[in-house]
């Protein structure tokens, strides 16, 4: 009898990949760019996509478990996105949200991933302690408002390790729900502006 195929934390079938580390410095982002069949990065942006974010969610919190290394992650979210579709055509908003995704990509540093998590929102693991994060996720929002890309940008962050409220023991759902739970937060505030677990920033 055939047994079903085990789920990962999206709910969807998950894939065993077994990667012997002979490349230490190779990330997952660039196995993914090496190993199309993977179907890890999205087509629109380049950047990884939702199932590769899981899995750097993952990592992440492994690295912290072994090693102690702190981060934080931001979930942003494109404002108004929908009113350029509705004014435009989707054709323009896609070439919105791939300069989006370029401009943000551009403001993290090499240690940090970014990957498209849905729709018009975008999901960074930030490695450092919380301040860190919170001034990279900063440099990310106020970067997109002045790119004239239509509108800014909402986050929600959240870290573990030094100054942050995260578990690293919890689920990788947790640490994204906690983000999301910010993100809803800079939404009722006012939209672009970033809400960490210490605290919110406005625009």
């Known amino acids: 009898m055939q047994r079903p195929a085990p789920r990962g934390w999206l709910g969807e079938a998950a894939t065993l990949v077994c990667v012997t580390d002979v490349t230490p410095s190779l990330s997952i982002l660039e196995y993914a760019r090496r190993f199309p069949e993977l179907d890890l990065t999205d087509p629109l942006t380049n950047l990884g996509n939702r199932r590769l974010a899981a899995l750097e969610v993952e ?29 435009l055509g989707y054709d323009c908003s896609d070439r919105a949200l791939a300069g989006i995704a370029r401009t943000l990509s551009g403001c993290l540093e090499e240690h940090d991933t970014i ?73 009722r505030l006012g939209r672009n502006r970033i809400t960490s677990s210490r605290g919110d920033h406005a625009a």
């Open 115 to 187: 990957c498209r998590w849905r729709g018009d929102q975008f999901l960074a693991m930030v490695v450092g302690e919380l301040g860190a994060v919170e001034a990279r996720a900063e440099l990310c929002r106020s970067a997109v408002e002045g790119a004239r890309l239509e509108g800014g940008g909402a986050g929600g962050a959240d870290g573990v390790g030094g100054g942050g409220d995260g578990d690293a023991g919890a689920h990788p759902e947790d640490l994204v729900g906690r983000a999301e739970f910010r993100l809803r937060v800079s939404k």
């Open 59 to 87: 990592a992440h919190l492994i690295r912290y478990q072994l090693h102690r290394q702190d981060f934080g992650a931001v979930l942003f979210d494109v404002d108004l996105l929908h009113c350029l579709n509705e004014r």
